[in-house]
């Protein structure tokens, strides 16, 4: 009898342990998954702030290059709404709060200074020189906060932990609210990034208008490809039907080239590659000269370089039509050049064969005109006539006024039928070169 209450014992004993063992191994799956839960809340939440404070630096920049009234609501309502994110995502994080209180404070100020001015616009009033004066100090205070902030995100470890940092019992004296919070004192500019030059993200009309109305066989493309990739083997891979329907084909020679070729047409639509180059041998102007000669072989006339990129042994380079002083960004073909093999290794020009017709510039308002609607802030260094894409669908015929303000550049267009500003884009430095946004 003692023996079976023994065993009965044991086996109770053995069961209770296997329970408590679950419900251990499951809170700590459970603690874990809170822990990691959090964890990513935190990171989003941060990495949202560095957001909202480097669109918040771009937009403010721009509030001194524009006096059209469209454009000042539409940055205004932008730095308002922007600020406004910023501070509910500083809001999630674990800081202390009276340490980032100088941040808030600032972004607070934006938020309902922003906001007082666009109740101004639609009043019908433009900012004005005292408003852009104060408008000017709040920028010069989220550049410094923007330098910080980037600076303290590109010293994190990449298994960087916040809830490592954190010590909710003391946050005066966590390691990442400190940090956080040292973040606030130096005044170096980290610019933020996006486009790769103007109208590089040109809308593409439904039509496609810019191919010559005729079929071409497999053996004249090949033809013609023989022609402009010489010394290159060329094996055709197939057909692919898109927007466009193209022959493929694999180009090996020092490089292997993927080609895309329109049957309508026979334009060449794509080349995919990766530079393999050690050495730069061409120089920034000869990879330009190169872009633009390849342009020409391959039946593009008066194609000249808009905006280039230079990053490592690849140059990247816009390519528009340029025709009697008209730049026609509609047609922008994109280029890359491997400076070290001396050849063109990417081609993209979807946009051209889209959109490339003849057309005319149109103007009902003189070019000096346009240039007394800019700010008196800006300097203005170049000034050109362009045929752009709307923002929307179809095109317009604008001037285009390269500025200059304290260290920053801008492109601004100006409809030359409205006199009304309808672009505006800002040159953005990056270690990769400069970009637009």
């Keep these: ?6 065993a009965i014992s044991t086996a109770i004993l053995g069961a209770s342990s296997l329970v408590f ?10 603690s874990n998954t809170y822990k990691n839960q959090l964890e990513n809340n935190y990171n989003k939440s941060f990495y949202e702030v560095v957001s909202n404070i480097n669109d918040l630096e771009v937009d403010m920049s721009k509030i001194v290059a524009t006096t059209s009234l469209d454009s000042q609501r539409e940055l205004l309502t932008n730095i308002n709404q922007t600020s406004l994110l910023a501070v509910s995502n500083l809001s999630n994080l674990p800081l202390n709060w009276n340490g980032v209180s100088g941040l808030n404070n600032i972004l607070n100020t934006t938020s309902g200074f922003s906001y007082s001015l666009l109740l101004d616009n639609y009043d019908g009033n433009v900012i004005s020189k005292d408003d852009f004066s104060q408008m000017s100090d709040l920028h010069t205070r989220i550049r410094e906060i923007q330098y910080d902030l980037n600076s303290y995100l590109s010293g994190l470890n990449f298994d960087y932990s916040i809830l490592d940092e954190v010590d909710f019992d003391d946050m005066e004296g966590s390691l990442y609210s400190a940090g956080l919070i040292n973040t606030e004192s130096s005044k170096t500019e980290v610019p933020s990034l996006i486009y790769d030059g103007p109208f590089s993200d040109t809308t593409l009309n439904k039509e496609i208008r810019g191919l010559e109305d005729r079929e071409y066989t497999l053996e004249e493309i090949e033809e013609k490809l023989h022609a402009i990739f010489s010394g290159f083997a060329i094996y055709y891979i197939g057909d692919s039907n898109g927007k466009f329907t193209t022959y493929n084909f694999d180009i ?6 993927y080609v895309s070729v329109t049957k309508k047409g026979a334009h060449l639509l794509t080349i995919t590659s990766y530079g393999t180059g050690k050495g730069n041998q061409l120089s920034l102007d000869e990879g330009i000269a190169l872009a633009e000669n390849f342009a020409k072989d391959v039946g593009l006339e008066n194609m000249y370089e808009v905006w280039h990129q230079h990053s490592g042994n690849i140059l990247y380079v816009n390519l528009a039509p340029i025709k009697n002083k008209v730049i026609y960004y509609s047609d922008l073909v994109k280029v890359k050049v491997d400076l070290s093999l001396g050849l063109v290794v990417g ?5 051209y064969a889209t959109n490339h017709t003849d057309r005319n510039f149109t103007s009902s308002v003189g070019m000096i005109d346009a240039m007394n609607t800019l ?4 300097n203005i260094v170049e000034r050109n006539y362009c045929i752009i ?5 179809g ?3 604008a001037f285009e006024f390269i500025c200059k303000w304290k260290d920053y550049t801008y492109y601004i ?3 030359s039928n409205t006199g009304k500003e309808v672009n505006i884009l800002r040159v953005i430095k990056t270690s990769n070169g400069d970009l637009l946004e």
């Design 347 to 351: 081609w993209e020009s979807s946009a």
């Design 413 to 415: 267009y100006i409809d």
């Design 389 to 393: 894409p709307d923002k929307f669908v």
């Design 395 to 397: 095109e317009i015929s």
């Design 21 to 30: 063992m679950s419900l251990f191994i499951l809170f700590c799956v459970s």
């Design 375 to 378: 700010s008196p802030e800006l």
């Design 1 to 6: 009898m003692g023996n079976k209450a023994l």
């Design 252 to 257: 090996k020679g020092n490089i292997d080239l």
